[in-house]
């Protein structure tokens, strides 16, 4: 058991600095899908890791020029190891005029943190490397090895860590993994995953005329977006479900364990999300337990972005060269994005979308680890302790992640339990934000964390 | 018959103060879309009318603000009157980079006139304002009488055109209409038409949920780019047949006359444009000569804009909140824009899609007039004489135009007779220019369509 008096104190004492360590992070506008701040950001993490006296500290980068992984190892006072999961990429501020602080300035008002990867996931990372060093002042050695991965193309699919993690398969054994991800819900319920959806993110591009016409030639010239909207009009019905041959074949039922998993945990965040959203019903109308059961279950296709000609004030009257249509997938357990990417092609050509282009910019397979696992155990006991409640530990998030190739690949269980998320965070969306006194509560529950994992065999 | 040699001495012997008078016109940036320049040049246009003795000078001013209607009457030796439309507001600069010449400026180069409006419409209206002075400095009396409307707010859908015509329908009457407009194609050929399609302009808007969202909700969150989607796809089948509920119904059938006009035209221009457009085929895989009749004779529904949810580089994860598509209805006889709008709207109600707004953004109807008639004879004769070249007359023009209001609606057989414009003209484009030349003749062919229109019965 760790001395909780003396890791408080630190944390008071050094509460300033730790947000001017921060504010660091949070200013290095490392958004993986413009390509900035990634270099920089790595650094400054290494750089971090480093000052930790971390034993390995080490940027591995990518031939193909994608964000290098940032990889550390500490020693520890047993032989158990905590893999732990983050990342320093961000999702691009657009749109911009929405913020009403600048995205890459941490900015503190109101008892609360605003800034592009405040809580997604920058507010993570930064509050693990705080409790380390917490640790480290006031305790000495930490309870358990720990290997971290922070890498940094999470907002643009991981697209390189499947095969940097299959390389590095050995060096990455570990008892737990411990993930980035998670919060409370609108009750102050923790809530926790032990596995995510995989997703397939592709575009479809359609061409008509090589250049915008009037759109006078509308009787004799293909209007590109027209093609598009036909297109997709196969692979969905207007009931939203996904008609893509073949595609529904390769969702496994849903086990009589995942079934028990959701039936136990409450919906009742929901009605706050649709109020929030001003949603008259859930889609198709059902009831909320359907709704979270389907949350958490069903594979989706989603249009995420639609473009085609004119776009600004009043009238243009043009016949577009060019439409594109941005797609997600998420998959569950038995799709592989492979498996979508590849029927989708064959949907549309046995179709006579031939002309359409799918260009595949990201896959992430599903992952499930155990639902109850050490690493598990080790979470909800220092939700306990910490925030004496009881976590809500979900089988799997609706949302994806690269957990695949650092656990149900590797084979070692996974738990999500980060702690700066609120419902209202914003992640992804303008104004992102966290509590400064949750800044503070993340590092008390990652020592605790440590504490209990390495206390349980 | 009027004496070409005095007419010709005079165009040369005052050629040069010609391209002053229209430097000063050109000179003004008479944007309607930005409202700059427009009761300066309204002024303008009412002193050069006064300058030439017309007998009756007005400006119209609106109401609501909008650029005023400039009139003006002139006599004539015979009772027969001329109804002119040209219009003195010119379309945006913009993009202003792309120009190599000051836009707002007239520049003489290379024996062509290069400016904002020197062919659309400005060319038109200064040749024709020349020709007169001509006329009546040479020739004594004008042959006819001539009515003269100049609007302002041509370039922004004529808004307020249809309103003014109709409350001055009994001060419009005349015995031909010359509108704007026409030129020569790419084999030189004289172009004229005797109509226009109509045009209803309207914003499709979808909303789901009232921010954009992490694209996770996706099983459970309407989605309104999906929701437009499959709206429009009840609009148009994948054969781009428009399927609105009972809007074919208004099409007038092809009537005789106006398929033996079109398919007496050459359709000889089409195998350049689909080399220089890039097309396999025409539209539906048509031949040729049915992709000519088609132009000139098909309703169409064109999605000249569709936007929705992220649009950069990569992969955004996003339910986008909101999603709207920019529809352009091309209308002909005898489908009103009015009944367009009224159709789409009870299509979607009739489909559930009450929650999708339709915004009228702008129209116009669609305007035949006789094929044949005094006026386009005198057209026809006045081409002949002064190019030597029959022109091709267009039953109608595949675009549309104000011309309903000042011909349909007023019983006035019309045809477009403008003489400046090439096919390397760029209207609307940067760099929009004519040929010092074509100003020249161009105040030929007005004179010789005086001359002919006055002493055809």
Redesign the interface.
Known sequence: MYNRDSFEAYLKANHERFLQDFEQIINIPSV???GTGIQPMADLVAERFRKLGAKVVRQYPLDNGGSPVVYAEFDGASDTTMLIYNHYDV??E?PRDLWVTEPFKLTRKDGMLFGRGVCDDKGDLSTRLHAVEAWLATQGQLPHKIKWVVEGEE???SVNLPAWAEKYHDMLAADGVLWEGGGYDSLGRPQMAAGC?G?C?VELHADG???D???????????P??RL??A??TM?D?N?RIIIDGYMDHVAPISAELRAALEALPSDDLPERQA????KE??GG?SERE?FI??Y??P????????????GP???????AH?Y??I?F?LVPNLTYGTALKLVREHLDRRGYQDIEVRL??GEEPADSPIDSRIKRAAVKASEQVWNKTPLVFPR????GPMYPLSTMINVPTISCGAVSHPDS????PNENIYEKDYVDAMRLFAALMDNFAAEA
């Open positions: 993986a899908a413009y999702q691009p657009d907002e643009i699919g959806k997703i993110y005329p090589a250049v016409l009037h759109s006078s030639f509308a009787p004799i010239v293909p209007n977006a027209w909207v036909h997709l009009a969905k207007p939203d929030n959203w001003q949603l859930w889609l059902v709704a389907r949350l279950t069903e989706t296709m989603t249009i995420s972005g639609f473009h085609s000609g004119y776009g009043g009238s243009k009257t043009v016949l577009p439409a249509a941005k997600d998420r910019i990201g998030f609706a949302g994806s914003k992640i992804h969306s």
